[in-house]
T-cell receptor, first 114, second 115 residues
Framework: DTEVTQTPKHLVMGMTNKKSLKCEQH?????MYWYKQKAKKPPELMFV???????INESVPSRFSPECPNSSLLNLHLHALQPEDSALYLC?????????????FGQGTRLTVV | QKEVEQNSGPLSVPEGAIASLNCTYS??????FFWYRQYSGKSPELIMS????GDKEDGRFTAQLNKASQYVSLLIRDSQPSDSATYLC???????????????FGRGTQLTVWP
């Protein structure tokens, strides 16, 4: 089983709203990732959690706040977003970060900020 | 210089032909290399991983790695219309002092296989 589940699949939010994206995996993976993907662009790394600790923040604006409550769950809290933040948000997980570990993606959340 | 470079295409081949996709990377410390397929509006799907120099075959797909040239390629034999998608090259770069790596993507190559 290589399933990573993301909810919701679609989200429309206003610029003053607060919302959260959720990601779940039960593969025992210890590294979890958030990516942002705009149309016709590659996925852009946002955050990496390793063993439930934030290990990489790619200078993401503070209106995006990640959280890893346990080894199976990853959240992305959204607040005061801008229309340009509209994108496909992808969660991925890997067994670890080193050699020989493949990353598997969830189906993504299509976010529209109005 | 970008971490991962791909010829963005688009690449168009007839059904049954071999499609060749190329990727170069900038960091010699990179350890792991992956090819993902992404259909329009969908998330990336892992199709191949390769870690050592040489070729790795899986069905109609062959990945090739040349670390000296910092070059990764993907060959798709007997291409089918269902192979039409964007192919993303991804490279795992070690974070200094840790085995946890950043996974960087190239911009992707759009492949169209016409019947």
């Amino acid at each position: 089983d290589t399933e990573v589940t993301q909810t919701p699949k679609h989200l429309v939010m206003g610029m003053t709203n607060k919302k959260s994206l959720k990601c779940e995996q039960h593969m025992g993976h210890r590294a979890m990732y958030w990516y942002k993907q705009k149309a016709k662009k590659p996925p852009e790394l946002m955050f990496v959690y390793s063993y439930e600790k934030l290990s990489i923040n790619e200078s993401v604006p503070s209106r995006f706040s990640p959280e890893c409550p346990n080894s199976s769950l990853l959240n992305l809290h959204l607040h005061a977003l801008q229309p340009e933040d509209s994108a496909l948000y992808l969660c991925a997980s890997r067994l670890g970060g080193g050699r020989g570990t493949e990353a598997f993606f969830g189906q993504g959340t299509r976010l529209t900020v109005v | 210089q970008k971490e991962v470079e791909q010829n963005s295409g688009p690449l168009s081949v007839p059904e049954g032909a071999i499609a060749s996709l190329n990727c170069t990377y900038s960091d010699r410390g990179s350890q792991s290399f992956f090819w993902y397929r992404q259909y329009s509006g969908k998330s990336p799907e892992l199709i191949m991983s390769i870690y050592s120099n040489g070729d790795k075959e899986d069905g109609r797909f062959t990945a090739q790695l040349n670390k000296a040239s910092q070059y990764v390629s993907l060959l798709i034999r007997d291409s089918q219309p269902s192979d039409s998608a964007t192919y993303l090259c991804a490279v795992n770069k070690s974070n200094r002092g840790s085995t946890l790596g950043r996974l960087y993507f190239g911009r992707g190559t759009q492949l169209t296989v016409w019947p």
